[in-house]
């Protein structure tokens, strides 16, 4: 199944911040995972009933929301309206075709970002909108749809002391998305991974489906392009602007993420360099064929044109010719033929189409 | 009926700020739509003549004016006096020619921005000038041709307590632009759909009529971001210079419209990637065909000439030619011939040219 | 006659600040246009005499004087020495290769551009140079060569109360500037016709001199940029900078031309974009001219060759040959070349050469 | 052995700050050099064992640790423990795929770059990742894997009264890190060599392999460039910010080197235009070969076909030809067919074809 | 004799300001002219000899210092020791493969440029390096290799009262700088006719030769803007910085050498695009001539293909074929054959191929 990366917008004309879901994964009902911890403390519980979740919200602690699916309105209205939420923030969280950006509502701070993954079928990346909401003690995050990226941090939250139990909630924010980060290395590995074999096939030969595939992991690349790269100048913005919320001392993680999104860049940029090379070794794959094409025909004229004009000079009528009645006039004209064909051979050698 | 994007300045000479309409669309009359409305009341009127337009005006109200044509200089004249404009303000509204721009001129701004359609015949995006002027406690907005598109927005206004009705003159300007730049998804959307097509039929084969429109798209893609992509640096500049005439909460909204912008000129810019990647199957595509059309050739050359070269030696008429005499000489050398039919299919079949 | 764009610096060595022109047109002395005007007063005068000129100049009102040939280098110098302005200016005003700038020197600002011709025989834009001096309470323009560009502002000029006559000479070098700018537009929309002619030339089929004229269309598209791009910057800095010598409300103004610079180079940029397709159209209408000659080749040889080649055996001289003994031998060899004609001809059909 | 120059995160989902070894090189032990000097002064060990390095540190003299093998974490952490570095800081040293930068962790500044070796066997350049960390009155380096690289300055270190010995560890960092860039020259030189080869290899002669070649030089020119301009963003970065480790006076010869990439980045882009000219070079000989193949078919076809139409005449059966009968026929004939090859001779000497 | 426009740098590992000569002209010894002068008296010597150089010197006046040839370590150290210069300005100073930069030392000023000459033999472009070292009453520049390009500044000292005897040192740097500026333009002029001429070579021909040439050319023009570019900024730093050695009031004189080096890249940049288009000539001209290659095949293989194939069937030796006997058959049989030339002709001609 083919992904398209644009979507309808169907609303145009509706009053803005009006929620619509606008996606491809819709799931009934969004599964709420409410974490509430400090440095003595961890608590988490699993419900889908908004209520209940807010009742289990602990204010002397740090509360971590995770909604595993944001396709339900209701839902996240309901977390906006307890949060205090902007409207256009709930709409960027709902429409998940959203640019990695990052929005400082001075009491909270909103980072939307896309998580990645290889289609296996198509061997095309797909993407996954994530969003987090940070405020004074509690963060906030929207999946997609429902997954379990995030367990390995809520393993790591378990431990007592360790540092993610000793900071606020900013550090859990850099916590998981560097997690999703560090997933993009495993995407242009596979990126890259996918343009050599296709270099091979071109190398070793010209299919018009070559061509077409080339076209699509240009797309893929364009698309892993414009999801990361973003991200990348939301982690600078973030650096200069240095929002409330995001302890100073955190800040020089936030620049190691941005210095990963970096070394990620290069490397698609390396990677659409190299397609376009080998798009050219395509291209010209198709002109080396023709030229063996009409090299083949050449040898082949060069060669039996001359000797059929010889066996149609010795097929003329005419009354009066010598050669035709010597002995061993048909012998000296095959022999003549071989020489012509020696002789051609010879050129051909020389001019090194063998 | 083909749209040229450049049109004839027949202005060149005429003193500064004189009125004259440039533009595809002539109205003989505008039609003024007046609207008053504030938290609690809401009128709307329709009328043609400017006098009656300002006598209707409410000056302890919000006043939205929507000027439906602007090809009719004496309105602008008139509408421009009453309000105080700019006169080059008034040039820009009336030259339809415009780049998007916001112009801050301190007690009134103007945007002027396009509002984009697709011509069904030639399925290629066609732009209508869309100018706003917001002052102190009115908008009036500027269509380049009669048309419903704030038609919602007007219905909406009719709902008392709504969240239009509490907020002033810039609001309605944010509601207003908000639907244009949704407008554009539905734009780019659609443009991917050509392109999709487009890219079937080259691959599916190779006609002269392909290329013209492959230019064809690709002037259409670069309309596309001439109009749109000036809007976005206008937002920018909003954003940066915080004109006095917008409360600086609304600046969210406005930075939204910034951030929607920027998604569809990604869109853009990603058609325009894989446009010229279309473009690169079509050319090599001529290639392949080519390369088809030789082989065809070279087989037929190859396997006839030696055949034709056999007959002829056997047509000679060399008195000597002791084949000539045997009986099933002439059966020899059909198989003879055979034989080389076949020794030729077998070097094609290894060069893999079926 | 083509233009060259490059000149020959003979300068070489010479002190800066020496007054050599450097430039096509070479009048033998220039004519000197002084106009006097203030809100009441209007007077214009025409001299070949520099001395009559200075006389001529009254202090009290505004002081605008037109040089309409720049290779005079003894005038240029007693103006020069006579408002004191700088060597370099001076200098520049009569070497006509300069890029669009704009310099203040404190007590005058130096604005140089370029006037923009069609050539009628080559079609190509030649550009004339024109300069601004611009005093407290004078102006002195410089042209190239001399021309009635400016005649419809003097004649504006003479109108009584009008906003020129209001205003100082700073919106006199506005009002001239807006000229020059609004006929690039005219040059643009003839470069895009010219290109619309060279397309459907490219359409209609494949002439080496096509390329040549492509290659003339984007050294003229080429040449236009580099005269008006730089423009755009001079009225940018123009902005930031604010000198004192022009009025803060005229920044408005020229704002605006900066705006017109922009959408002209934004023509230019289409227009370049859309060349660089009527080559990919033309390359390939090569290739595809190329298909269609090896098409007919191949249609020929394929049907062709099979036929001489059964014509051939039935050329053969062995004795024992029954077909040629039949009595209808002949009739049936010949529908059997017609079964070979049939065939082949249903094979390309199928292949949809035709 | 060919490199490829992305290689797989194994990291994804372990805490931010655990040190897992990220390259290709894998040493069991790194062995410590200690080097203590000031102006008087200059003691040198080299240990095994991380405690017996810490003992060796003379806190009354600057100390250099060279540590020659990061695979190890053990020792990694045990430095970063001893001298207070930050986590993100080990973690980066040892996940030897960084880009090139700086970061200035107040108390401790750390620069990482890549060391440029051409590997014999694939004329491919490698690169070796070098960490500095610079401390009040210590430098450490990193090495990704052992070599001697560093050797020079150590015995420059030796000699009495120089300059090094006068300086601080931030004029020990200085030179260490010009030696590595005065490298870079050396490999682009070698680069430009192998480029001269490549376009001469393209200009003798068209093969499919040169193709490959040079989309693997187009490889290493990008994986130059990636490895060596972030390195001149750092030195700006350095130069703004003027941290407080590195002394003023110093900051001249730290422009210095900026300039040294600068000018080396220069070459990279120099020749990676020069390579993109070897591949229009290449592709037109493609062409250019093709069409001498199509010369000579086109010369044999063009003196052939006639010739034998001539023959095939003649070898008609009609019973009333003429020239059959006569006694010189032949001799004509043969005399007609020469004519027939002369004439296309001059023909194709006219048409420049030889 | 090809120039390289790499070098070995065979530096590596020597210590930082080792003053070692990396260039290609190396003479044995420098000749160093010393120019005293002020308003009133100018005194002019030549030596050899550094100390008797120093003695020369007059500090009550101005003194320039022209050493012509750097490739003598011993003379530029004594020169650097006596005005105390920095040891990396003099390392810059002897190696010849700089950037062009400006340095402020505070106490002194350190510009290094390309002077350009065109190379007669190859018709490249080539470049030898001039250092200035700017003091407060003393101006000392080096020339690469012994050169009479500061002549005529020399003679223009001697002239009393001129403006370069009133001014300081800054103004001497001005005029020499804007000599070797002044020549870029009869570099680029130069360039731009060897380009004029090979676009001819181009339109009347296809030879390989050419491409060569191509690629030549562009390392040319890519070799122009790496020598004349990073001028352009180093002149813009100047402006930005306004070094305390060079007077406010010339600021504008050095503002306008930036402009000149503009106008000089602009014709660069065009010359390069000009470039690309010659190369898009040659290509397409390349299979222009393949087309015409193929047209002739074509036409005498669809000329003679049926020819011979009537010939042929007339050489069929049924005993039955009525024609055979006609007493007239021969000739008509001629007609049918004149018959299909005539219809083929008609054929090609409709199909434009003549």
Redesign the interface.
Known sequence: MPV??????S???????TLVHLGRHVAEKATLTIVNYNEDTFRMNQTSSVEECFSLIDPAMITWINVDAVSDPKTVEAIGAHFGL?P?LLE?VMNT???P?M?D?QDHLYLVLKMLLINIDTRSPESDQVSFVLGRNYLITFLERPGDVFL?VAE?LQIEK???RKNGPDYLL??LV??IV??Y??I??KG?EILEDL?VKV?E??R?ET??E??KR??DF??LR?SISPLRDALLSLERNGPELISPALM??F??IG?HC??VI??IE?SR??LS???????????????E??????I???I??????I???????????P????????YG?LVLMACVVIAMLVFFWKK??F
């Open positions: 398209t990366y644009t979507r309808r917008s609303k145009t004309g509706l009053p803005p911040g902007h256009l960027d075709d959203q640019r950006k929005d509502y390995p790591r360790s540092r993610i850099y916590t560097d997690i560090d997933n290395f495993a242009i590995d890259s270099e190398i030969g010209v018009p061509l077409v080339i076209q240009k797309r364009i698309f414009k020089i993680f620049r190691d210095d970096m070394r290069d490397g390396t360099e190299m090379g080998t798009l050219d070794i395509y291209l010209s794959s198709i002109s080396n064929r023709l030229n094409v009409m090299k083949v025909l050449t082949i004229s060069t039996f044109m001359p000797l059929t004009f066996a149609g000079v010795y097929g003329m009528n005419f009354k009066n010719m050669e035709i009645e010597m002995h061993y006039g048909y004209c090194k189409w």
